[in-house]
């Protein structure tokens, strides 16, 4: 198995039947060099030495590499889902024993990725530093400014240069100054 064993309900399908150990290593370095599509399982090859891959991808990938495999030679038989069925290609994985499928595949982010995707609160933030923050914590140090013009989802809406212009506009950023206004109160950024 070359990928992930799963299939979502959102991707497309293919099933795909080679005779030979030669052809199914050609088969298998056309699909991974020549194609887009996702190589989901090989079976086992049978007694009479045919071997079963089944692939997985989007629309357009796994119709391309269907078209583009069947002129090889050795490929026996080439069947296409657009959208399969997953309860029908759950039966047809177990029987193959290559995998089950299932309804999402789960996304695994390293610490580094979970940490530089965090939004820091208000109070983390160095107004000194502005421009280096991303607009949700623009947006998060708007939410805290008492005076901010914006409520609600108008914060949500606004872009940054918009939020930042309207910053400067009440006061909560001085240009030019680290001091900033926080609510009522003039603090300056540790």
Do not use: C
Request: no cysteine; glycine share 6%; charged share 20%.
């Amino acid at each position: 198995m070359v990928n992930s064993t799963h299939i979502t309900n959102e991707e497309s399908a293919a099933v795909i039947e080679v005779s030979g150990g030669i052809n199914l290593a050609r088969l298998l370095q056309t699909l991974g060099n020549e194609t887009r599509a996702r190589i989901v399982g090989v079976a086992e090859t049978n007694a009479v030495g045919a071997t079963t891959i089944v692939i997985a991808g989007g629309l357009a990938e796994v119709q391309h590499a269907s078209t583009h495999i069947t002129a090889l030679q050795g490929v026996a038989d080439v069947v296409f889902f657009a959208k399969p069925d997953l309860q029908a290609l759950h039966l047809l994985l177990k029987s193959l024993k290559i995998s089950e499928v299932t309804r999402h595949t789960p996304t695994i982010r390293t610490p580094e990725q979970k940490a530089k995707q965090r939004v820091r609160s208000a109070e983390e933030l160095d107004i000194t530093q502005i421009n280096s923050w991303n607009v949700h914590e623009i947006r998060r140090y708007a939410r805290s400014v008492e005076d901010f013009p914006l409520k609600g989802r108008l914060i949500s809406k606004a872009n940054r240069p918009q939020l930042i212009a309207l910053l400067e506009s009440i006061g909560a950023l001085m240009p030019g100054s680290s001091a900033i206004l926080y609510g009522s109160q003039q603090l300056l950024p540790s």
